[in-house]
């Protein structure tokens, strides 16, 4: 069965103030803008592409932002992939989380290929994804 995918790009409505720190309210105020734009796409998987984003979130600011995203319910009612760098996976995992105790289909990956199997899966059970195994240079 086909799967509509949409990429969204967390530097598109993850703001920062001047020192990097997370402007959360005009976070908010984009992240709604961006729901009632996607809001009339149904039945579509998202990934939030957070790969590129500079900002310096605090795991408070995570779960924030995880629960405005459970608000907006009608947008992110499918599955979300969240994606990002394997140095940035513990509070990617943690965000994953607190949307997943808030009622929300969501992983955190480090591969875009994991997250697209994921998406385009129907798998039932919702469980955290791994954190990818480190490798260890020698000599």
Same mark, same amino acid.
């Given at each position: 069965?086909?799967?509509? +995918?949409?990429?969204?790009?967390? @530097? =598109?409505? +993850?703001?920062?103030?001047? %020192?990097?720190? *997370? ?17 009339? /796409?149904? %039945?579509? &998987?998202?990934? /939030?592409?957070? !790969?590129?984003? @500079? ?5 408070? =600011?995570?779960? #924030?932002?995880?629960? &405005? *995203?459970?608000?907006? !319910? ?8 969240? *994606?990002?760098? !394997?140095?940035?996976?513990? @509070? ?11 009622? *929300? ?6 591969? #875009? &290929?994991?997250? +697209? %199997? ?7 059970? /919702? &469980? ?12």
């Amino acid at each position: 069965m086909p799967t509509n +995918i949409k990429i969204i790009h967390a @530097h =598109d409505f +993850i703001k920062v103030t001047a %020192d990097g720190a *997370l402007d959360f309210a005009e976070t908010k105020k984009v992240l709604l803008q961006v729901a009632a734009v996607a809001g009339n /796409l149904k %039945d579509y &998987e998202v990934i /939030l592409d957070a !790969r590129k984003a @500079h900002s310096a979130m605090s795991f408070t =600011d995570l779960w #924030y932002l995880a629960a &405005e *995203l459970s608000k907006l !319910r009608t947008t992110f009612s499918c599955k979300t992939a969240v *994606l990002c760098p !394997r140095e940035r996976f513990d @509070h990617a995992g943690f965000f994953a989380l607190c949307g997943q105790n808030l009622g *929300l289909q969501v992983r955190a990956f480090t591969a #875009y &290929e994991d997250a +697209i %199997d994921w998406l385009v899966t129907d798998a039932a059970p /919702l &469980e955290r994804a791994e954190a990818p195994p480190i490798v260890e240079q020698t000599g």
